[in-house]
């Protein structure tokens, strides 16, 4: 297996696609609601590091729901929509935050929707994904599974399929989600006083991951893009291990939105090539971190407190040095992705406790 922490080895930079259009921005600013999430400091924590900064993009509140997955939904329905507006329904497969954002954008452009969830999926986010007025699709078995269904269900049905990850490499929704998720870093751009010298992502099927490496070597070429990944689903860690898509075994997480075996066709392209590296942490490294970021006033759910739990191992883990010499991460200034908010209230309180001045659920 190697190492937690690996330097990706296979880098082409020049071989990155081109970056979101800027219509994709200018679309978000028209959205009821729309504000540029803050980005907010953590000095304490970047002198314990002996960072030059560090600070937490904050997505516990983006457009009126708990993550930023509905930046990628709003752009991809839109998209969608214009090219098959007579399109019987809207279907996706999630996890839980993209099944919500779709289902969302689905009840405001009055449409059907449709989401597949895999076998076991959390029920805090599938009671969320049925409240924004969506049809609950259970698959027969793990995320995969749900994807395949949902491919299945649209071809069959006529609907309109809105993916976050895909096996052929041309898939349009899948390519428009990761175009949606530009705007995040285009915030950040004008959000910070000094350049972002290292970003930290968290990873599922890296769509995400994916939109920051397009915007760093297009509009940012000086920052350093590090994924980070669940132990117990590395999938773009083994795939960069191997230099071509790896599915790996997923025997569960916290991180629930994580837990994704496999990376996008249309994402693992851009990773490959732009990526700097990846980090994987486990469960418990992310409600410490989880602990961490409510002590300090923000609600942040698992998957998004895993890039302080990643940023915590890059800096200290003895047994890396390729990557963390490639980041120079002393005196560096470096943002990491707060993704999500509170997406289950009774496993957060659980895992924050009593922490001191702990951030409540929105």
């Known amino acids: 297996m190697g190492g937690r922490i690996v330097l990706n080895q296979h880098m082409r930079t020049d071989a990155v696609v081109g970056p979101a259009p800027t219509s994709v921005t200018e679309f978000h600013r028209t959205l009821p609601g729309y504000r540029a999430t803050p980005l907010r400091e953590l000095p304490d924590v970047a002198a314990a590091l002996g960072l030059g900064g560090l600070a937490i993009k904050d997505e516990s509140d983006r457009l009126g729901l708990p993550a930023f997955k509905v930046l990628g939904a709003s752009w991809a329905v839109d998209q969608a929509l214009v090219r098959w507006p007579r399109a019987s329904a809207i279907v996706a497969a999630s996890a839980g935050n ?3 954002a779709v289902a969302h954008v689905a009840a405001d452009r009055g449409r059907p929707c449709r989401i597949h969830l895999p076998y076991g999926a959390n029920g805090e986010r599938v009671r969320a994904i049925a409240a924004e007025g969506a049809d609950i699709v259970l698959a027969t078995g793990g995320y995969e599974v749900a994807v395949a269904a949902a491919e299945a269900d649209a071809a069959r049905s006529g609907a309109v399929l809105i993916a ?20 995040l870093f285009r915030e950040i751009a004008l959000q910070t ?7 930290l992502v968290p ?4 769509a995400l991951a994916a939109a920051g490496v397009r915007w760093a070597q297009h509009e940012s070429p000086h920052t350093a893009i590090v994924g980070v990944e669940p132990i117990t689903a590395g999938c773009v860690t083994a795939s960069l291990r191997a230099g071509r898509i790896v599915t790996v075994p997923t025997p569960g997480t916290a991180m629930s939105g994580l837990d994704c075996p496999t990376p996008s066709a249309v994402a693992w392209p851009t990773l490959r090539d732009g990526l700097t590296g990846t980090v994987t942490v486990d469960d418990d490294e992310a409600r410490e971190a989880m602990r961490e970021l409510a002590t300090a006033g923000m609600a942040i759910g698992d998957c998004g407190a895993s890039t302080l739990a990643g940023l915590r191992r890059l800096a200290t883990d003895p047994s890396d040095a390729g990557l963390r010499r490639a980041v120079r991460l002393r005196d560096r200034y470096v943002v990491c992705l707060g993704t999500e908010g509170i997406t289950d209230p009774i496993a957060y309180r659980a895992a924050i406790g009593s922490a001191p001045g702990a951030a409540s659920s929105r």
């Open 193 to 199: 006083v000094c350049p972002v010298d290292v970003l």
């Open 164 to 183: 976050d990850t895909a096996s052929a490499a041309d898939a349009l929704s899948a390519s428009w989600v990761i175009d949606g998720y530009a705007t």
């Open 98 to 100: 993209h099944g919500r």
């Open 203 to 206: 990873i599922g099927v890296g």
